[in-house]
């Protein structure tokens, strides 16, 4: 596709707080496509991890921005929660300055086809198509018609293109033609089944090898397997190659900025007017009164942070970081000389910084795995939680690397100080949060004040996550239960001293928390379900 140098890339995922699968294959498309260096800028946000929906158009500085959804399909989270957290109000948003297109989400490009018999060569090597049946699986629930039309689409176009194989069908988890049928489902000696899923979370890696019968039971995630199943599996007098969810393909890469391409060429055809062009002036306006910021002028994010390490700026949240002196190699590895980049540690381990006692790391990627789980090897879901693990440095020689390594180790933290100077962060309360959840999230609205001020202080506290809150609950309640310094957050310092991290909005932790909350509640409050007593018989 064209470059777009002056313009943002925003990938969304759904993300998990217990898988830490979920959001890899998001993560690593971003990274591709960054590689590529087509556009100015390319973020992540997910539903379910940080960053969160609504910081992301906050992290990128330019002013027009593609938002392409990760998903298989049109649904839920495709057409409420993703344009309700990020302000869309149409195909294309101006917000907070920024032009935002709205793109479709990359299962729903035709492009699929093409990475749905990759995988299938790719998973059976050598076997004759003709002696295959090929199975494309969803969930189906019923609560979404669109991701079964999805897979429907697909097995349709496939079978269009005659691709050889004996048979093609589509099946699912939870709903006819069921894949635990799977053999009698086909009749060729060979079967492969490609999971329609984004990435290999519960569902793919976990549930589905069960329902095949290649697992007695659900096992541990991909990444906590020492070793990956190998194909083939001989079951039920056939051979069966199962491969990993259709979302981790890397040529998925290709599909997200096929459906930028997409998206620019339908605005061509479309009559040359603004009339899909809406604006959104409301999610600039912050929803409390009295201020937080102290409102400098718009500035990029990567000078702010360029301003504040030249100003003796070194710890974000557990993170030091500090000029040095980088010794560079040429081609054939021999010494050229040095220059100067950045160090990033631990901030318990800075005084450690280049002396050979940590495990040195030289990409900004590599952040990321850092941050993935805990010294005991837990995943952590919420990156600003006080668990990250010590022992490792990053030797960085750019700028902009810093940055994003940054951005791995503490989502959002940078943008969330740079708008909060700027003033241009909208505030909602716990409770206009939480009143406008919706789906299973819904109940979480009939949260009781006093319910709020206990949760807020278990989930919140310093011992479980670093970030300072700067909502109330109400515009007249702050939270009595937590220290002082939990809820005031520092103005963005114009020194170098360190920068806080902020909670601009109720995590997914804190939500999901309410919902079992409430849910307990009614459920201990609901009256007893009376036994029908039986009437006398009849002499
Ligand atoms: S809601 Fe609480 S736990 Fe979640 S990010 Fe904010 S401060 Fe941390």
Redesign the pocket.
């Given at each position: 596709m064209q470059a777009k140098p002056h313009s943002a890339l925003v990938l969304i995922g759904h993300g998990s707080t217990l898988n830490p699968d979920s959001s890899t294959p998001t993560m690593d498309h971003a990274e591709t496509i960054r590689r590529l260096g087509l556009f100015q800028e390319v973020v992540c946000a997910f539903w379910k991890e940080e960053p969160a929906l609504r910081e992301v158009l906050r992290m990128v500085d330019s002013r027009e921005v593609y938002v392409v959804p990760n998903f298989i399909s049109e649904g839920y989270f495709t057409q409420q929660v993703i344009p309700r957290e990020l302000g869309l109000t149409g195909e294309t948003t101006q917000i907070g300055g920024k032009t935002v297109h709205y793109c479709d989400p990359v299962g729903l490009h035709a492009g699929m086809t093409r990475l749905l018999l990759a995988r299938a060569a790719e998973v059976a090597p050598g076997v004759p198509p003709e002696e295959c049946s090929l199975i494309i699986v969803g969930h189906g629930t019923g609560l979404n018609e669109n991701s079964t039309k999805a897979i429907k689409d697909q097995v349709a176009l496939i079978r269009q293109r005659n691709a050889g194989f004996a048979e093609v069908i589509d099946s699912y988890m939870e709903q006819e033609p069921l894949l635990a049928g799977w053999d009698r489902l086909t009749t060729a000696p060979n079967v492969i089944v490609v999971p329609f899923f984004i990435a290999d979370g519960l569902h793919s890696f976990q549930d589905i090898p069960v329902l095949l019968g290649i697992e007695s039971e659900p096992t541990a995630a991909a990444s906590q397997m020492e070793v990956f199943r190998h194909n083939p599996h001989e079951i039920r007098g056939r051979r069966l190659f199962y491969s990993s969810a259709i979302g981790t393909e890397p040529m998925l890469a290709d599909v997200i900025l096929d459906q930028v391409e997409a998206f620019d060429k339908a605005r061509q055809t479309a009559a040359a007017t603004d009339e899909n062009v809406t604006s959104n002036s409301l999610a600039d306006t912050p929803a409390l009164p009295g201020k937080l910021s102290i409102s400098q002028p718009p500035r990029s994010i990567l000078a702010s942070l360029q301003a504040w390490l030249e100003q003796g700026g070194s710890h974000l949240g557990e993170v030091a970081v500090r000029r040095v002196t980088i010794a560079a190699a040429d081609a054939t590895g021999q010494s050229a000389g040095s220059g100067s980049g950045w160090i990033l540690t631990h901030h318990s381990d800075a005084d450690l910084a280049g002396t050979g006692a940590l495990v040195r790391h030289t990409d900004a990627a590599s952040a990321r795995e850092i941050a993935r789980h805990d010294a005991a090897g837990e995943f952590r879901p919420?990156k600003?939680a006080p668990t990250l693990k010590r022992g490792w440095e990053i030797v960085l020689s750019s700028l902009a690397e810093v940055r994003l390594a940054l951005d791995y180790l503490n989502p959002a933290a940078l943008a969330n100080v740079v708008r909060l100077a700027e003033g241009s962060v909208p505030r909602l309360t716990l409770k206009q949060m939480l009143g406008r959840q919706t789906g299973m999230y819904r109940v979480t609205g009939l949260i009781r004040e006093s319910e709020a001020q206990e949760l807020v202080a278990e989930?919140?506290q310093d011992s479980?996550?670093l970030?300072k809150?700067i909502w109330p609950w109400d515009e007249n309640q702050g939270w009595s239960l937590l220290p002082p310094e939990k809820t005031i957050c520092p103005p963005p310092p114009r020194d170098g001293s360190p920068w806080p991290l902020i909670?601009t909005d109720?995590?997914p932790?804190?939500v999901g928390a309410a919902r079992e909350l409430v849910r307990a509640r009614q459920k201990a409050e609901a009256p007893p379900v009376s036994t029908p007593v039986p009437a006398p018989a009849l002499s």
């Open positions: 919420l600003s989930t919140c479980k996550c970030r809150i909670c109720a995590c932790l804190l």
